[in-house]
């Protein structure tokens, strides 16, 4: 008796909550707005900068550099948040955490860059690379790190970190380039013809050639046969480096190719339509944005085309005020896919805002404008 009295004032209460938290579930993102806060779950800008995103089980999670209030140093880890939507993000803490030891490649002060995930199949591990600096080092060190975790949101154990295939020439090198014998000491002005053709013929390749490629900004690419790249500026950031990984995605294989030496390019983005591979990249001006470079391929290995700027209309000379960092396809969409960029505030890092972008296509090419606000409904 007291019981169904209970029930019968209580479930109007029930009734009243859930209508509540649906009209609140209801009130989720159904847009992007670049530039704009992204507030997660908690409401809480996202803190995912430089990121990638891996598409696992119906669900996105995006990987990204926790930034501070007052450093882009690494002083917490690499971030992951979770979406069913692309919309809507939970905060699922922090994925890979900088370590308490000084003497860890991680240690917490060091900088880690555009940390991008991917799941192995074989192996049934997620794997995390991403662009390492030791700390008190700047941005000499040009290294690549790993970290391996069972679970898609971490903890993801380092591994270690490298150069990129040390003692191995790059396989689009000719052999008259391999036995060409050339010092960086002789070509210490920049830009001039001379030094121009000394960096296409491998001049930072030989000079670290022993203690292996330097690697900077980076993405990892899986291809549709499971084989895994690794997209780096490398070279003193003059020239970009494809490197295959090995089948545990743990290491490089030792083959790679050098790709428009001398060309400045960072940030590197990729996807692959219709067997055409389409990376998008930007030039080298550190923070400030600049003009987003375009290129393809039809085999990962080469020949590589240049293509114009992908962005068109206002600010497309400066990428709307960003700089990629990574492209990801719509899942049950054809032919959809999302230019993922960051809008850096060096003296703010913690603030700094995501531009995504849909890319478009124009007569076969790519192609990114401006939107105030978008969602997914612009692919057809
Ligand atoms: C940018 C690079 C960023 C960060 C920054 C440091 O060019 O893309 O990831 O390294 O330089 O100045």
């Known amino acids: 008796m007291i019981a169904q009295r209970f029930f019968k004032i209580i479930s109007p209460v029930l009734l009243a909550c859930v209508a509540f938290f649906s009209v609140q579930m209801n009130a989720a993102n159904k847009s992007f707005y670049p530039g704009k806060q992204w507030p997660d779950d908690k409401g809480v800008h996202v803190n995912a900068h430089g990121g990638g995103m891996l598409y696992y089980q119906g669900k996105y999670y995006w990987f990204g ?29 922090i994925a890979m955490k900088v370590s308490d030891d000084e003497k860890s490649d991680i240690t917490k002060g060091c900088i880690i860059e555009r940390p991008k995930v991917i799941y192995n199949k074989k192996t049934n591990k997620f794997v995390m690379w991403f662009h390492l600096e030791m700390k008190g080092q700047g941005y000499a060190a040009a290294r690549v790190g790993v970290a391996v975790s069972n679970q898609v949101t971490g903890p993801y154990k380092f591994v270690r970190s490298f150069r990129s295939n040390p003692g191995i020439y790059a396989a689009n090198m000719t052999d008259e380039q391999k036995n060409m014998s050339l010092d960086v000491k002789n070509y210490e002005k920049w830009w001039t013809p001379e030094w121009y053709k ?16 330097m690697s900077r900004d980076m993405t990892i690419f899986v291809d549709d046969n499971g084989k895994a790249y690794h997209i780096y500026s490398s070279e003193e950031n003059l020239t970009l480096q494809i490197a295959e990984l090995t089948d545990d995605y743990l290491g490089h294989s030792g083959k790679y190719i050098r790709i428009f030496p001398g060309g400045h390019n960072e940030a590197p983005s990729i996807f692959k339509k219709d067997g055409t591979y389409w990376m ?10 600049n003009e987003a470079r375009m290129f393809s391929a039809k085999n990962i290995w080469g020949p590589w085309e240049k293509h114009s700027n992908p962005c068109v209309g206002e600010d497309a ?14 899942e049950g969409k054809k032919d959809a896919y999302i230019f993922m960029a960051d809008r850096w505030t060096p003296k703010h890092p913690i603030e700094a805002s995501y531009i995504w972008l849909p890319i478009l296509f124009e007569n076969g090419k790519p192609v990114l404008k401006w939107y105030d606000q978008w969602n997914l409904n612009v692919f057809k």
């Not at 450093?71 to 690499?78: F, I, K, Q, R």
């Not at 998008?280 to 944005?289: A, E, R």
Request: charged share 20%; proline share 1%.
């Open 65 to 93: 550099e926790f930034k501070s209030e007052t450093t882009s140093s690494a002083l917490v880890g690499v971030t992951c948040y979770s979406s069913s939507d692309l919309y809507n993000w939970k905060n699922k803490g």
């Open 198 to 213: 000394a960096v296409s013929d491998g001049l930072f390749t030989k000079r670290d050639l022993k203690e292996g490629q």
């Open 280 to 289: 998008i990249t930007s030039g080298c001006t550190g923070w400030d944005p």
């Open 317 to 330: 000379k400066l990428t709307f005020h960003s700089q990629s960092t990574y492209i990801q396809k719509v």
